[in-house]
């Protein structure tokens, strides 16, 4: 039986399987060819896309929705003015006055930038919960200092305020690369982050504290407005502390959560529980 050639163009794609000249011819199946592609390809690095954070927006830089002005009346001066959160001491008020969010929350990523004019006492309060009546103000909770004073430089740090007392838990006494990212007179940013028993602090991008507590599981976000004695410096009510910028995560923010090269520390046991003037 005489046998027969196969030309050059009748010869099968190298990459199809073998198949033989009396099965006839097939168009080939691309799908053969780019199966194996498109497995390298998922299994690259250039095909691991990295998530959005899921961020969501607490002020609108219009009004207070989603807000509340939390303190005994009399209050401190709180408004939104140009598209920012504005506060300043108004002498007789006899407790804090707060921006306070109607939300609670427990685990979070906070981010809010601050700007703060003169010697004007406030933090960011967080998990921070309601008080009875005849507490001696309406919000206890975290706070993250931002400290008036130009020469301890503690913003950053975290004690637990309620009332008349209050207690640091992580101070910057040691850390001069903390107490040094605050800037007087300039926008800077806050992140706070509080995932379980873990608070992480960054102020502008430098870590303040790493600490690890669980007295305050879940609450509301506040900005601090301090009270002010009726025979305070009036030129005091000058000073003003302003808010904006203001969002969150409360979408699985452990998955967004940033690394710290501060370790992770209890509360300072060497700290005593400090009455307020």
Known sequence: MAGFAVTPAERLPEWLPFRSPLQGHHPPNPSVKTLPRLVCFLLSPLAVFSAEPPWRELFNGRDLTGWKIVGAHPKAHAAVENGEMVGHMVRGTPEHTFFCTEEKFGDFILEVDAFQTGGFNTGILFRCIDTPAAASVRLHGYQVKID???TRRW???IFDDYGKNWLWLQT????????????FN?????????????????VNGTPTAHLIHDKYT???VA???HSFAATGNPAQERNLIRFRNVRVITENPASFAQPMDLPAREADPAQKILPKP
């Open 186 to 202: 300039e926008w800077v940013r806050f992140r706070v982050e509080a995932i379980g028993r873990s608070l992480k602090v960054w």
């Open 218 to 220: 879940r609450g509301y």
């Open 223 to 225: 900005f601090k407005i």
């Open 148 to 150: 008036p004073a130009p």
């Open 155 to 157: 913003t950053g740090g």
């Open 172 to 183: 910057l006494e040691h850390d001069e690369r903390a107490r040094t990212a605050y800037k």
